[in-house]
């Protein structure tokens, strides 16, 4: 069977044509005028874009003996539904646990995903083990892996192992990817505002200033630097970190920042809501900063100095977020998102003029797809590729509200903001899941996306670090003397 | 008739992959596996790639009663013969001289090219005149306008013409483009090293410090960001050029920068060699500088805060530079390069690990092609794209010599330069023009590329200047009281 | 007779000490403990400090046939009250009209002057008698030169201008400034607000954004760095003109940004006030910023990056203001502050700990004595210097309102700020011109302060430029050939 | 018994000027012209100026079971023969070693100091007896903790402990201090550079490369801050520790850079010496770097982000070197320079036109004087000052050598190095230390100088941090609902 998205505008990364496309057995057959198909999807005045890439989600992820309240059943749904065609989720050992154990666990889970997938693993604990799975977790097409410089007594580690895992990933040809907070100073910070009365959600806001996430940020580069390795830094919330990572493009590092929707739309003043509730229900880290910082994270997309935007989605009910009650450090971390942020950016991005409409492609889309290699199955709007495409209706409005949302949860951190630009068919491999707002998404469709090691990125910079590598003086005879 | 290239790997922006490519009419028909044609080109062990594109020329340009000494003719054979199928050169009007008129005079010049060529047009003046008349140029497809800052009594512009004459661009939705350096400084300079006895070609150098482009790099952004239009910096020579670019894009403005492959491969110290010739045969503006600047240009390109890589080839013979003998000003100011860009930018960017082959293509063509709005026409590998192909061959090596050259110059000045990367193929709209080392080219056959204007950036920044317009505040009575 | 103050701290730029002062003939004459007098000033709980020194004032500034409302009378009479015992007014030669002429013109309206004061000149055409009368200028001790880099069609000067009367400076050993703001680019933009119909005072600040204003600071930083002088930037109002200071400084460069109290402490937001007049009574040049803006110039005060604290004093009554109504462009530009930059400064710099009580006698005094060559003489509590001393009650408070302040003008920009620290007594060369919130200045007093060329920085930088001069090389035989 | 300095003229940071120094006592009793004494030194033709100030030496520090070779004898008497007046040491407890402990060894060592001498106290450990003990230190006028970021598994602290250190400094009133380069990296480096063979002296500049000084700098920068407290950054070695400082120092906070005479006049080149006895002499930590970063920190010292010029002299004989053989791991680290500080700044810095005579007083001993809170005790050259004092003679000449050196090692880095400026004279207390090259120290004559906590700095930070404290939100009922 084939179908064919009629009278469109294709818009890519880097290209805006009118063509239509023929799509078979889930992948992109043909794209060119007047096709024909068994299934004809119009697309008159939308665009035929690739469909959205999240690389940072946490879809049932385990917290204090329960999970955050999307899984991968109604993450996938809630994307789709916005127009994202695949997530990335983290794969998060236990102390201890083995990486492959690990992986077990989130293969289990996502089996119940609408849209396709892939992983990224974190490297939560440092040992012989962890080295050694390192390279079978590559060879499952797992080659990025996270992280944490916060969460201190949990995932956090050490420069020490940050540094012997950065040079593992640059020997498997991986991407080092990092949550970039200091964690000792996040400690301390938090102990002291407790100590001092500040048990409220803006407490979290205050035990994670920008300079925190800054600092961390311009150590992993560092660390990054020493071990020859590109580095992803998620969720980019400030000036400070986007500073940082600036700093080292601006030296010819290879070094990527990511945006989340929520640091670019929302700020701080939220945590300041005299509702306790609305207030927590916004806890992330990193916080949301002010508008000078969320200035800088759009002059980024604009200039390429940061790639991609992405919602770090980790749904936790009202419910959950009250466990924090009393005490700020005990409220669940994470917030919505996967399927408000295609029509957030578009509104407040395409729509302002501050990113055409290729822009938004690349960072909603096709940037990922290229850092995690798995472009162009993924991200692109070519022949042979999987057929992952939002059919966007630049003219449709909403006003996003919690009653009528896809995830799990029973508020949005976006509730009541309008977007105009928004998905009239997001098709899965092929598959209408979205049809002008019916869903049709089929639990289990979704499928593992493995990518390949060793990207061009990882070779050139590996032969320019062997080329500029410390070289040993000749001497003849030690001790020498003179003077 | 169908040429085949068969057995390569195609590399462009932002793909890698093995196919073969049908060509017929000029035009890319096929890509795909095992295809057949009439004529077949072997790429075995060979990257198919755009074939280059340098946006930056000066061929058969007059000067002082005569006129540079490659023309549209010896030119584009050099380009061809490097693995570039495409230039643009700059139509110049003379003070007093329309618009329309200038662009006659350089079509018949052209008329001879090997290869596919486009112009920009300078604004070497401002009057009423003028302002009429870039219409009809945007109108005849050239929608990009060069500003120069320096080449005071001739060339030169002041700030008002700049700001009246980018108002203008942004309303025809065109691109304003500055060779950036400060023309009162550079004057007032030359005449005192002058005076001091400092009249070698070296002085040249000294005459046109980093910080004289810096800062008209800095003031044509600022008149560009009040004008609202998009900017294109040729010739980015140094860091102090490169900071105001990059500080220009950190704050989201629309602004690219040009190094030339000359800045990136040599520097000042061929000023200071004891022949005189030697000296002034690399006399353009900006002159060469130190290696700390070559550290910043390549970072650029490796970070995106620059974009392309041209070569400003505006070719004189020994004999014309020896018009300045006793007073460097009289030198004609330019170096050739069109021949050599592509091999040494591979050389000693992609061989060195600095840039992977898709920055290579991203930076010598497609980038370009984007920005002057001809892209996928050019600088692209796509069905439908004009087949300006190179087949680059990673193992061929040669020695740069002048004695081996295209250009009609009697020097070069890469000379003894070894480079490693070479085309075999050289194609021009299907006309292989250069088969392994073979010139086949054809005088006549290029043609006259016209772009569109209001590409999309041109329309994403109207649209942000018109949300962020200055808005009068409602009085009710005026003059009212108060304090 | 002598004078003794008794029981106050000593705070200067670099000491905080118990000591009474003794003064005789004006003159400092002793600084230990019990000192006795004819006359005693009781200092307990206060500070004795050098009294502020004013460099930015226009009084009686001659404006379309009328005059800023403040003379040297009311003018220094406003600045003693405040604790300011010197001011640097600007002679403005009109157009044409000589050096020496001019400063015989403002020679004879500071007659009237309450406490000492010196000029700078300015620059405002140029020619061969401007040249030629810069060193009879530099004689009488006025050795520091305003520019205009704006005022086109007034007062405003082009680089190549800027480039010669800077070489002239570094030459004389005199202190190059400037008013840096692109005079193009305002007129352009003045004139496409009236044109859009933004004629209030709101458009004043839209015609001179902040971008404007770094760029000619950038520029007027690159023509002096080329010229080999020191600069010093008057009123640097916005983080964009702190940037080029700064990064000027960062690479060694003899340069100073001098904030206004205006800048430091009121926003753009004034300009939106529905009352024209409220408006129109801030209008002056730069505009008043945001936050952001006040944030990096207090910033640039701790670090030393920006070094003086002044006023631009220029005040025009409610009734000259409306000069513009229904013409922003017409609206005379200036505001006052001579009576309130201490007070001011002390209250939202030294109470809110963002300055210490030396750093605040540094910005207000100290720096601006060294940077003039006028330190020790002025700016210091030293035996020998004049006895120009604020004993400061950084306990005594006030709202600040134009009902009780000695400046002519009936409002004050300022009105309702309450200031926490005031003078208890201000003495001019020893005498009590303010005592007790009692007046009791003496019209004349006032004496001008000549002051000598070539301090130690210039020698240092001039000794820099010579030893890094370019040097021409050597060759033998030209035309040599060679490749 | 009386010392008059007769016909010298006065340099202070930022005085110049004529008189004649009486001292008595040790200390100046009077600056005036045509003073008498009992005992008269010609400074015709000089310049009487404070003493320098080291504020980072290491003598006879315990090594490996043996001490660096210079004690407070040897090295003092080193110090005065260039000029230096007051030498500050660090106590350097052992692990588990309480500070009085460790500051009763220092202050026995110091019983043979010829001139004044005082401590920072540094934290090498944590804990509670450490958190206790501080306070005590304090009160015996010790008031500056070095924590050291590298020595892993010796010196080094953590992140968490810096925090709770630095918070205790902010508590007492102290300043917090850092030797910056993050010691797990340097580590592995080194690990990794002797297991690929890198085993020579060379290897130990490679194993701490700009980068890591840098990011321990951004680290401890950010860290202060969080803290509350002031920050002194030892050893600023490059452009990027220096670029932290400068970023820091731009946003108004309060840390200060101290690079090193080493760093500004030897280059990385030295270790590349074929004589391994002569790259193992240059051996210390940060190691010496490009001529780039010696350009970034002479430009610090003009522009006033970098403060203060030291030496970090902890002297290490040839055989001591030798350790390191076949190992650099194992090569003691440190140099000599406390002779030579003076006159190669001068010479470098003043002659050159880098530096005013003022300046130079300021970055060798003012500035220190003020950040230690000793100033005008020492630092100045003032009626109640100490008299340490140098004679300065800017046309006396001589050529480096170990073989005419003070200084117990022997060799020295910048043998054969000609300088010109150098002491007629040191004083230490009044004491003539110091005559025309004839050393007549005093050994025992030095004494300890005491500091009180809580400069200026340090009061106006707190006030700065409380008033911007974070705020609790007030809300009634907790939990509240709503959206
Ligand atoms: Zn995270
Ligand atoms: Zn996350
Ligand atoms: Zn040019
Ligand atoms: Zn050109
Ligand atoms: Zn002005
Ligand atoms: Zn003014
Ligand atoms: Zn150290
Ligand atoms: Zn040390």
Redesign the interface.
């Known amino acids: 069977m084939s179908t064919v998205i009629r009278n469109g505008t294709i818009v890519t990364?880097?290209?805006?044509y009118r063509a239509d496309v023929r799509i078979e057995g889930g992948i992109i057959t043909e794209i060119g005028a007047d096709l024909a198909g068994d299934e004809v999807l119009d697309a008159t005045g939308c665009y035929v874009m690739p469909g959205g890439i999240d690389p940072h989600t946490h879809l049932e992820m385990p917290f204090m003996g329960t999970y955050s309240s999307d899984d991968f059943e109604s993450g996938t749904r809630a994307a789709l539904a916005g127009g994202t065609t695949m997530v990335v989720d983290f794969a998060l050992p236990a102390p201890g646990q083995g990486l492959m154990d690990a992986l077990a666990m989130w293969h289990n889970k996502s089996g119940r995903a609408n849209c396709d997938y892939s992983y990224h693993m974190a490297i939560t604990w440092w040992g012989e083990q962890v080295f050694d799975e390192m390279q079978a977790v590559v060879e499952q097409g797992i080659t990025s892996f996270k992280h944490f410089m916060a969460y201190k007594g949990a995932l956090m580690v050490?420069?020490?192992e940050l540094?012997?895992s950065f040079?593992r990933c640059a020997d498997l040809g991986a991407l080092a990817m990092v949550h970039a907070e200091?964690g000792?100073?996040v400690?301390?910070?938090s102990a002291r505002?407790l100590a001092e009365?500040?048990?409220?959600p803006?407490?979290h806001a205050?035990s994670r200033?920008p300079?925190?996430e800054?600092?961390a940020t311009?150590?992993a580069i560092?660390?990054a630097?020493?071990a020859g390795v590109p580095l992803y830094v998620v969720h980019t919330s400030c000036e400070e970190a986007h500073?940082a990572i600036?700093?080292a493009?601006?030296?010819?590092?290879?070094v990527w920042g990511e945006p989340l929707i929520q640091h670019l739309t929302l700020d701080e003043s939220e945590?300041?809501?005299?509702?306790?509730?609305?207030?927590a229900r916004r806890v992330m880290s990193p916080p949301f900063r002010n508008k000078?910082h969320q200035?800088s994270l759009?002059?980024?997309l604009?200039?390429?100095?940061l790639s991609v935007v992405a919602t770090d989605h980790c749904a936790f009910t009202?419910e959950q977020k009250?466990f924090g009650?009393?005490d700020f450090t005990r409220i669940p971390n994470g917030t919505g998102g996967l399927e408000d942020r295609m029509p957030m950016l578009w509104t407040q991005g395409?729509n302002?003029?501050?990113?055409?409409?290729?822009e938004f492609v690349a960072v909603t889309s096709?940037n990922i797809a290229?850092i995690l290699n798995c472009?162009?199955k993924k991200g692109a709007v070519l022949v042979g590729a999987d057929a992952d495409l939002v059919v966007w209706d630049p003219e449709k409005t909403k006003v996003i509200s919690?009653g009528s949302q896809q995830s799990a949860i029973d508020?949005?951190v976006f509730?009541g903001k309008e977007v105009k630009g928004l998905p009239r068919f997001t098709l899965s491999r092929g598959k209408v899941a979205v049809a002008d707002g019916e869903i049709r998404t089929e639990e289990g469709h979704g499928q593992f996306v493995a990518r390949e090691p060793r990207p061009?990125?990882n070779?050139?910079?590996?032969?320019?670090?062997?080329?500029t590598a410390?070289r040993?003086?000749?001497?003849?005879g030690?001790?020498?003397?003179?003077?």
Chains 1, 2, 3, 4 share one sequence.
Not at 472 to 476: G, K, L, P
């Open positions: 990364a880097d290209l805006t050490n420069d020490d540094f012997a040079r200091n000792d100073v400690a301390e910070l505002l009365g500040n048990r409220g803006e407490a205050y200033p300079q925190v800054g600092e311009n150590r560092m660390i630097d020493m500073e600036r700093r493009r601006m030296q010819g590092k290879r945590y300041f809501h005299p509702d306790w509730d609305h207030a000078q200035d759009w002059a980024g604009q200039s390429g100095s009202t009250r009650v009393g395409v302002t003029g501050r990113l055409t409409p290729n096709t290229k472009y162009p919690a508020y949005n509730e061009a990125v070779r050139a910079l590996s032969a320019w670090k062997e080329l410390p040993a003086i000749e001497r003849s030690i001790p020498a003397t003179g003077v």
